[in-house]
């Protein structure tokens, strides 16, 4: 068990919809990450928060939208869904010192399974 | 264009023998080099991190080396047991570090191990 935690498991919805996926991070980690792992895709890096800051940007679509509140939770909105967002959305967390290491180990949690039918 | 790539794609070995799993890439500017072991339908688990100036570091039976001027990574399994079953993904970062950013991570598509009795 990472210590990281993700809300829902599964998720199934219609294409056009939006949803939004939950992430906990470990306790005191100040970073969280966002991926997106489909099957012929592999995972890709979408966003990264630090301390309720942005603080990288990968591959994320316009249609998709993150952020990370006060207790350090974030959450990762999808809309206009369509087919191809089927995919394994994952979270990570890292960085309990302030300021953060570029080498800090990511912590992953145990993925939301999206389904868009 | 920032690339990683990894080799083989599959693997099958007997239980108790050695292997090794390559990745190349091609970021710019880099700044560290992650092995992950994934199994199936789970969260990656960090492995090994190393920066530009560590060329080999261990994880118990597993090994990373890391060559700067080829742009090249492998990562040795030694005595493998059927638990390192997984695919292996070797991840690249890169891109401005400040503030606990851990720049663009750039994904390969991983090498599915399987390790038969």
């Known amino acids: 068990d990472s210590g990281v935690t993700q809300t829902p498991k599964h998720l199934i919805t219609a294409t056009g919809q939006r949803v939004t996926l939950r992430c906990s991070p470990r306790?005191?980690?100040?970073?969280v990450y966002w991926y997106q792992q489909s099957l012929d895709q592999g995972l890709q890096f979408l966003i990264q928060y630090y301390n309720g800051e942005e603080r990288a940007k990968g591959n994320i679509l316009e249609r998709f939208s993150a952020q990370q509140f006060p207790d350090l939770h974030s959450e990762l909105n999808l809309s206009s869904l369509e087919l191809g967002d089927s995919a394994l959305y994952f979270c990570a967390s890292s960085g309990r010192l302030a300021g953060g290491l570029s080498t800090d180990t990511q912590y992953f949690g145990p993925g939301t399974r999206l389904t868009v039918l | 264009k920032n690339q990683v790539e990894q080799s083989p794609q599959s693997l099958i070995i007997l239980e108790g023998k050695n292997c090794t799993l390559q990745?190349?890439?091609?970021?710019?500017?880099?700044?560290?080099l992650r092995w992950y072991k994934q199994d199936t339908g789970r969260g990656p688990v960090s492995l090994t991190i190393m920066t530009f100036s560590e060329n080999t570091k261990s994880n118990g039976r597993y090994t990373a080396t890391l060559d700067a001027d080829t742009k090249q990574s492998s990562l040795h399994i030694t005595a493998s047991q059927l638990s390192d079953s997984a695919s292996y993904i070797c991840?690249?970062?890169?891109?401005?570090?400040?503030?606990?950013?851990?720049?663009?991570?750039?994904f390969g598509k991983g090498t599915k191990l399987s390790v038969k009795p």
């Open positions: 990745c190349n890439y091609t970021v710019s500017p880099f700044s560290n």
């Open positions: 306790s005191g980690d100040l970073s």
């Open positions: 991840v690249v970062s890169a891109g401005a570090h400040y503030g606990g950013s851990q720049g663009n991570l750039i």
